[in-house]
C-alpha cells in the first residue's frame, strides 16, 4: 500500500497537478509554504493543464478513471478546456495489445478466434477503464462487438480500494465526517466495482433491462450472445447510433433535442421507479441515439457493469421527497426526512425545513441551464451537517447517476425544466402505486402465494390456538414451580436463622474464657465495634 501512496503522489508530481489549485484561494500561510514546495522543481512541460489531468488520471488506473469519467460530464463545473479532454477517458483510454486480446478470447471461449467467428478486428473500436471492444463477425453474419476485460486490473483495483478504505478508516475518526458514514459507502462502491470485473454479472443485466423496455418508444439495449459470453469475455449486438455527446451531428440529422432530454429524463424515473432496477453508469459514452425517426429519437444504452435497485422503503421516500421539493413544501421534507431516520433525533421539523428552503427556494423556478446540482448539493451538505444527517449508502449510485442525467441533459437541450417533466411522472407513480391500481397489481402479483396460503388458514389458525394454550400451560407450571421453590426458602429461613445463632453462642461459650480476658484489655470502642458485628451475625 505504501508502494501505491508513492507512485500516487509522483504521479501527482509528474504532471504538476498542483498547478490545478488556485493559488489566491488558499490559507495565507499555506500559500507561504507552497512557495518551498519540491514539487515547484519539476517542470510542468507542454501538456495543457486538461491533458496532464486525463493523462494523470489514466496512469493512476480505473478508479481514477472512472473520476475523472463523471467529472466530464459535468462542463458547468469544469472549464471548456478540461471537460473536452476528460471527454476522452469515456472510451479513448490507452488499449492493451490485440493479440493479448485475442489470446484472451480464445482461453475464455476454450476454441479458437477462427472457430468462434467469421472475422475478427484485432485493433480495438474503443478502449475504457476497465475493459475494451473489439468488432466481430459471426458465422451467421451477424455483427457483434466483443468486450474483454483488462488484464490484470483486479490487482490494481484491489489496491486502491484498500487506499480507499484506509482514507474511509482515517475519516471515521473525525466526529464531523462519521455521519457521511465513509467506510458503508467504500464497500458499496467494492462491491459495485468488482461487479464490473464479471462479464457474466453486465450480461445477466443487460438482458434485464432489455426486458424492462422491451417494445419501448424511449430505449433499446443490444441482444446478449450468451453461448459466447463468460466471466472475462462478453459478445453483444452491434448497433450502429449516434454518441449522445456529439450534438453537432444529432443536429444535422434533424433529432429533436427537446424530446431527446424529456425522455432521457423519463428514461431515468421509470427505471428507479417503475422497474427498481437503473442504469448507474450512464456518462455520454455508454449512451446513444438511434438513427432512425429523429423526430421520435430513441436512446441506446450499453455497459450495463453498473446497475442499482432500492428497497420499497426508499423508493416510497424518494418518491415523496422528490414531490414535495417539487410542489416546494418543505415541512413535509423535513417531516419525511425525520420520519426515515436520515437525520439526528430530536431535530424539529419546522428548524431544518426553514434551512431546506433557505437552500433550495432560489433554484426551483429556474431551468436547468440556470441551476447547477454541484451547488445545491453543496448546500444540502453543509445543511445536514448542521443537523447530523448521515449520508446514505444505499443512494449514493443513484446520486451519482441523477448528476450524470444532469450533465447530460445540460448539453442536449440546457431550457430542460427538469421539475415539470419529472413532476407529473411521480405523481402518476404514487396514484398507481398507493390507489387501488396499485392495490389490485400487488394482489395479483401474491395471489400464487396467497392462493396457497388460505386453505391452510384454519389449520395455521387452530396451531396458533393450540401453541397459546400450550405456553399458557408452560406459564402456569413455571408459576407453580416458582411458587414452590419460595414457599421452601421461607420454610428453611427460620431453620438456617437457628443454626447461625448456635453456632455463634458455641463459639462465644468455647472462647469466653480467652474473650474475657481480651475484653479486659481493650478500649471501649473495640468493645462497641465488637459488639456491633456480633450483631449484624445474628441479624437476619
Request: aromatic content about 8%; overall charge neutral; some cysteine.
Amino acid at each position: 500500500m505504501s508502494l501505491r501512496l508513492f507512485r500516487i503522489a509522483w504521479t501527482v508530481s509528474r504532471y504538476r497537478l498542483d498547478s490545478l489549485v488556485p493559488q489566491d484561494r488558499l490559507p495565507p500561510v499555506i500559500r507561504w509554504l507552497w512557495r518551498f514546495a519540491p514539487v515547484r522543481l519539476i517542470p510542468i512541460g507542454d501538456h495543457s493543464r486538461g491533458k496532464r489531468l486525463r493523462l494523470a488520471l489514466e496512469s493512476l488506473g480505473p478508479i481514477f478513471v472512472k473520476f475523472g469519467q463523471m467529472l466530464s460530464t459535468r462542463r458547468d463545473l469544469l472549464p471548456p478546456d478540461i471537460a473536452d479532454e476528460l471527454k476522452r477517458l469515456q472510451d479513448q483510454v490507452p488499449p492493451f495489445p490485440g493479440e493479448t486480446a485475442r489470446a484472451m478470447v480464445e482461453v475464455e471461449l476454450g476454441k479458437t478466434v477462427e472457430e468462434a467467428f467469421a472475422a475478427f478486428e484485432t485493433e480495438p473500436m474503443a478502449s475504457a477503464s476497465i475493459a475494451q471492444v473489439h468488432a466481430a463477425e459471426l458465422h451467421s453474419g451477424e455483427q457483434v462487438v466483443v468486450k474483454i476485460i483488462r488484464p490484470g486490473i483486479d490487482r490494481i483495483m484491489r489496491e486502491d480500494i484498500g487506499l480507499l478504505y484506509t482514507f474511509a478508516r482515517l475519516m471515521r475518526r473525525i466526529p464531523e465526517a462519521r455521519r457521511l458514514r465513509p467506510v458503508e459507502v467504500v464497500q458499496d462502491y467494492e462491491a459495485t466495482l468488482f461487479d464490473e470485473l464479471d462479464l457474466n454479472k453486465e450480461a445477466a443485466n443487460t438482458s434485464q433491462l432489455k426486458r424492462n423496455f422491451q417494445g419501448s418508444p424511449l430505449l433499446y439495449v443490444p441482444a446478449i450472445h450468451w453461448s459466447l459470453t463468460h466471466r472475462q469475455v462478453m459478445v453483444q449486438e452491434r448497433i450502429t447510433g449516434i454518441p449522445v455527446a456529439d450534438i453537432d451531428a444529432l443536429r444535422a440529422q434533424g433529432t429533436d433535442l427537446k424530446k431527446l432530454a424529456e425522455r432521457g429524463v423519463e428514461i431515468f424515473f421509470t427505471q428507479v421507479f417503475r422497474d427498481n432496477f437503473f442504469h448507474a453508469d450512464m456518462h455520454p459514452g455508454n449512451i446513444f441515439v438511434s438513427r432512425e425517426n429523429p423526430t421520435e429519437p430513441l436512446y441506446i444504452a450499453i455497459d450495463c457493469g453498473i446497475v442499482g435497485s432500492l428497497t420499497r422503503e426508499d423508493q416510497d421516500y424518494l418518491a415523496r421527497n422528490l414531490l414535495a421539493f417539487f410542489r416546494q413544501d418543505y415541512y413535509e421534507v423535513a417531516v419525511l426526512h425525520i420520519e426515515s431516520g436520515w437525520v439526528g433525533e430530536g431535530t424539529r421539523a419546522n428548524e431544518f425545513a426553514s434551512a431546506i428552503r433557505a437552500v433550495c427556494e432560489p433554484i426551483l423556478e429556474k431551468p436547468l441551464k440556470d441551476i447547477s446540482f454541484g451547488q445545491v448539493l453543496l448546500g444540502l451538505f453543509q445543511t445536514a451537517r448542521r443537523f447530523n444527517m448521515e449520508v446514505q449508502p444505499q443512494l449514493v449510485l443513484l446520486q451519482k447517476t441523477l448528476l450524470n442525467i444532469e450533465g447530460l441533459g445540460r448539453q442536449l437541450y440546457p431550457d430542460l425544466d427538469l421539475w415539470s417533466t419529472a413532476k407529473p411522472y411521480l405523481e402518476r407513480w404514487m396514484r398507481e402505486r398507493a390507489g387501488p391500481k396499485g392495490f389490485w397489481k400487488t394482489l395479483q402479483k401474491h395471489a400464487p402465494e396467497l392462493a396457497h396460503q388460505i386453505p391452510e388458514l384454519p389449520v395455521l389458525a387452530h396451531q396458533a390456538l393450540s401453541d397459546r394454550e400450550q405456553q399458557r400451560r408452560l406459564y402456569r407450571q413455571q408459576t407453580e414451580a416458582l411458587t414452590g421453590l419460595e414457599a421452601r426458602f421461607q420454610r428453611a429461613a427460620p431453620r438456617a436463622r437457628r443454626l447461625r445463632l448456635g453456632a455463634i453462642l458455641l463459639a462465644v461459650a468455647l472462647a469466653w474464657q480467652p474473650m474475657l480476658g481480651w475484653a479486659e484489655q481493650q478500649p471501649w470502642p473495640v468493645l462497641v465495634a465488637a459488639g456491633l458485628g456480633l450483631l449484624l451475625l445474628v441479624w437476619r
